[in-house]
C-alpha cells in the first residue's frame, strides 16, 4: 500500500468481523463478560451467549482437553462451575492443627492432631496426606460451615442448576483399639433449615483390627432450591474406654461442587445401614443446630 494513501478507521468496534470479537472476548475474565460485557449491546450479548466462546474458554482454562467428547447441557454453567470446583472444606488434613475447625464435643482427653502412620496404624493410600486428627474415650466431634455464597457461588446458580455436591470422609482405627466413628452432613437454607441430608448409621470397628483406612462418599444431586450453607459434622470415640487417643482418626475430608447436574435420586456410597433424609427433609424442613 502507497505510505500517502490514507486510511480508514474503524467507527466502532463492532465493526470487526465477529470471529475477532470471539476471540477478543475469549481473553477477557468471565465475570467481566458477564456483568460489564454483555449488556453493552445485542452484537455483544448474542456473541457472549454462544456457547462456543465458553467451550472455547474451558479449553483455553484447561477444564477440557481437545480430544472431549461428554455431552455439556450448558458450557457456560459448565465453565463457572470449573473455575469454582475445589475442596470448600478447610485444613481437611490437620496440616494447620485445629485451624478452621468447630469443637462440638470434645470429650475424654480431647482431640489431637497426629503424624501418620500413627502407633498401630497404616499408612494412608495417598502419600501427600501427612496427618491426621484423632479422637479420645468419650464423644469428640468436630464440624465445619461452608457458606456456599461466600464461596462464590451466587445464589441463581445454586437454585436453578443445582450442581450436584460430593462428600467424602476417610477414617480408620488402631489395630489395638476398637472404635465407633460417624458422620453428619446438612444441606441447609440462609435461614438455617435442613434442606436435605446425609446421616449413614455409625460404624463400629472391632479391637484387633487391620487399621485399614476407609472412605465414605455421598452425593447429593437433585436437591431442593434454596440451599445456602453445608455442615459438615465427623467424629467418634474408642471403645475400650483407654485414656489416650485410641479412638478413630479422620483426614483428607472433602466437599466438592460438581460440574455435573444430574437430575436424579441422589447417589451415594458408604457402610450398610445409611440413612438418606433428602426427600423427607424437602417435605418437612426442620432446623440443626449449627455452628455460627
Given at each position: 500500500?502507497?505510505?500517502?494513501?490514507?486510511?480508514?478507521?474503524?467507527?466502532?468496534?463492532?465493526?470487526?468481523?465477529?470471529?475477532?470479537?470471539?476471540?477478543?472476548?475469549?481473553?477477557?475474565?468471565?465475570?467481566?463478560?458477564?456483568?460489564?460485557?454483555r449488556?453493552?449491546?445485542?452484537?455483544?450479548?448474542?456473541?457472549?451467549d454462544?456457547?462456543?466462546?465458553?467451550?472455547?474458554?474451558?479449553?483455553?482454562?484447561?477444564?477440557?482437553?481437545?480430544?472431549?467428547?461428554?455431552?455439556?447441557?450448558?458450557?457456560?454453567?459448565?465453565?463457572?462451575?470449573?473455575?469454582?470446583?475445589?475442596?470448600?472444606?478447610?485444613?481437611?488434613?490437620?496440616?494447620?492443627?485445629?485451624?478452621?475447625?468447630?469443637?462440638?464435643?470434645?470429650?475424654?482427653?480431647?482431640?489431637?492432631?497426629?503424624?501418620?502412620?500413627?502407633?498401630?496404624?497404616?499408612?494412608?493410600?495417598?502419600?501427600?496426606?501427612?496427618?491426621?486428627?484423632?479422637?479420645?474415650?468419650?464423644?469428640?466431634l468436630?464440624?465445619?460451615?461452608?457458606?456456599?455464597?461466600?464461596?462464590?457461588?451466587?445464589k441463581?446458580?445454586?437454585?436453578?442448576?443445582?450442581?450436584?455436591?460430593?462428600?467424602?470422609?476417610?477414617?480408620?482405627?488402631?489395630?489395638?483399639?476398637?472404635?465407633?466413628?460417624?458422620?453428619?452432613?446438612?444441606?441447609?437454607?440462609?435461614?438455617?433449615?435442613?434442606?436435605?441430608?446425609?446421616?449413614?448409621?455409625?460404624?463400629?470397628?472391632?479391637?484387633?483390627?487391620?487399621?485399614?483406612?476407609?472412605?465414605?462418599?455421598?452425593?447429593?444431586s437433585d436437591?431442593?432450591?434454596?440451599?445456602?450453607?453445608?455442615l459438615?459434622?465427623?467424629?467418634?470415640?474408642?471403645?475400650?474406654?483407654?485414656?489416650?487417643?485410641?479412638?478413630?482418626?479422620?483426614?483428607?475430608?472433602?466437599?466438592?461442587?460438581?460440574?455435573?447436574?444430574?437430575?436424579?435420586?441422589?447417589?451415594?456410597?458408604?457402610?450398610?445401614?445409611?440413612?438418606?433424609?433428602q426427600?423427607?427433609?424437602?417435605?418437612?424442613?426442620?432446623?440443626?443446630?449449627?455452628?455460627?
Open positions: 500500500m502507497d505510505a500517502s494513501e490514507p486510511t480508514t478507521a474503524l467507527a466502532s468496534i463492532n465493526e470487526l468481523p465477529e470471529n475477532i470479537l470471539l476471540e477478543l472476548f475469549l481473553h477477557v475474565p468471565a465475570r467481566q463478560l458477564l456483568l460489564n460485557c449488556p453493552v449491546c445485542s452484537l455483544w450479548r448474542d456473541l457472549i454462544l456457547m462456543i466462546l465458553w467451550k472455547r474458554k474451558c479449553l483455553r482454562d484447561g477444564f477440557i482437553t481437545k480430544d472431549w467428547d461428554q455431552p455439556v447441557e450448558d458450557w457456560k454453567i459448565c465453565y463457572f462451575l470449573r473455575s469454582l470446583q475445589r475442596n470448600l472444606l478447610r485444613n481437611p488434613c490437620a496440616e494447620e492443627g485445629m485451624l478452621a475447625w468447630q469443637i462440638d464435643t470434645e470429650g475424654g482427653n480431647y482431640w489431637k492432631v497426629e503424624s501418620l502412620p500413627g502407633a498401630h496404624g497404616t499408612d494412608f493410600p495417598d502419600p501427600k496426606v501427612k496427618k491426621y486428627f484423632v479422637t479420645s474415650y468419650e464423644m469428640c468436630k464440624s465445619q460451615l461452608v457458606d456456599l455464597v461466600a464461596n462464590g457461588y451466587w441463581e446458580l445454586l437454585d436453578t442448576v443445582r450442581p450436584d455436591i460430593m462428600v467424602r470422609d476417610w477414617f480408620a482405627a488402631r489395630a489395638d483399639c476398637g472404635c465407633t466413628y460417624q458422620l453428619k452432613v446438612y444441606l441447609a437454607s440462609a435461614d438455617y433449615f435442613v434442606l436435605a441430608s446425609f446421616e449413614p448409621e455409625p460404624v463400629t470397628i472391632e479391637q484387633w483390627n487391620d487399621a485399614a483406612w476407609r472412605e465414605v462418599s455421598h452425593t447429593f436437591y431442593p432450591p434454596g440451599v445456602r450453607y453445608i459438615f459434622r465427623h467424629g467418634g470415640q474408642d471403645t475400650q474406654y483407654w485414656a489416650g487417643w485410641y479412638g478413630p482418626r479422620v483426614t483428607n475430608s472433602s466437599i466438592v461442587i460438581s460440574h455435573k447436574m444430574t437430575r436424579n435420586a441422589a447417589s451415594s456410597e458408604a457402610q450398610p445401614g445409611q440413612k438418606h433424609r426427600e423427607e427433609a424437602a417435605q418437612s424442613p426442620y432446623k440443626v443446630v449449627l455452628p455460627i
